[in-house]
């Protein structure tokens, strides 16, 4: 199986602050890796799809980047609704694989 | 828009079989661009794929569950069905059920249904 790594597992910042969150793979995965966005009692919001394409209705502040083992989340300019916590996942095989979170906390 | 809407008991006894149901509506389980997968998350941990099915039956289903885990589609009735089979306390989640189209992420989500394995 590949194993996804994010880090950090927790982050407190700012509304307005620029975030970034890493996810890797444990073997190169291409650019078919996913993030999404949950919030407490929610299901899981895909934000982001193969590394670096915005699903559609979600805002420009996100963005993703990176091919093979390693990949990044951004969020540009944090607002309220952002807090929550966060998941990649690959799409490169059988099973998929998430990463096991990353807790967006209000500083 | 989409809707994706878990269904079964809440409540499965250990070492029993846990079934839920995902009905589409407005939109075709049929379709050819997509899968439909379900993903459990215990409380207050991470996801987890369960496995994904084809509207022609064709399943993947993760290695560390197959042994226990059937997936089913019904066109008919645009739905798809997940079994468990000799449950333990480790199987109490919230089990969603989702669309997945090709490799690119599951695109929507039913609302999830806690599923708690207890006596």
């Known amino acids: 199986d590949i194993q996804m790594t994010q880090s950090p597992s927790s982050v407190s910042a700012s509304v307005g602050d620029r975030v970034t969150i890493t996810c890797r793979a444990s073997?190169?995965?291409?650019?078919?890796l996913a993030w999404y966005q949950q919030k407490p009692g929610k299901a899981p919001k895909l934000l982001i799809y193969?590394?670096?394409s915005l699903q559609t209705g979600v805002p420009s502040r996100f963005s993703g980047s990176g091919s093979g083992t390693d990949f990044t989340l951004t969020i540009s300019s944090l607002q309220p609704e952002d807090f929550a916590t966060y998941y990649c996942?690959?799409?490169?095989?059988?099973?998929?694989?998430f990463g096991q979170g990353t807790k967006l906390e209000i500083k | 828009q989409l809707q994706l809407q878990e269904s079964g008991p809440g409540l499965v006894k250990p070492s029993e079989t846990l079934s839920l149901t995902c009905t589409v509506s407005?939109?075709?389980?049929?379709?050819?661009?997509?899968?439909w997968g379900w993903i459990r998350q215990p409380p207050g941990k991470g996801l987890e794929w369960i496995g994904n099915?084809?509207?022609?039956?064709?399943?993947y289903y993760n290695p560390s569950l197959k042994s226990r885990v059937t997936i089913s589609v019904d066109t008919s009735k645009n739905q798809f069905s997940l079994k468990l089979s000799s449950v333990s306390a480790a199987d109490t989640a919230v089990y969603y059920c989702?669309?997945?189209?090709?490799?690119?992420?599951?695109?929507?989500w039913g609302q999830g249904t806690l599923v708690t394995v207890s006596s």
């Open positions: 073997q190169g995965i291409s650019n078919w």
């Open positions: 996942q690959q799409a490169n095989s059988f099973p998929y694989t």
């Open positions: 099915i084809y509207y022609s039956g064709s399943s």
């Open positions: 989702a669309r997945l189209e090709g490799a690119t992420g599951f695109d929507y």
């Open positions: 407005s939109g075709s389980i049929s379709s050819s661009s997509y899968y």
């Open positions: 193969a590394a670096s």
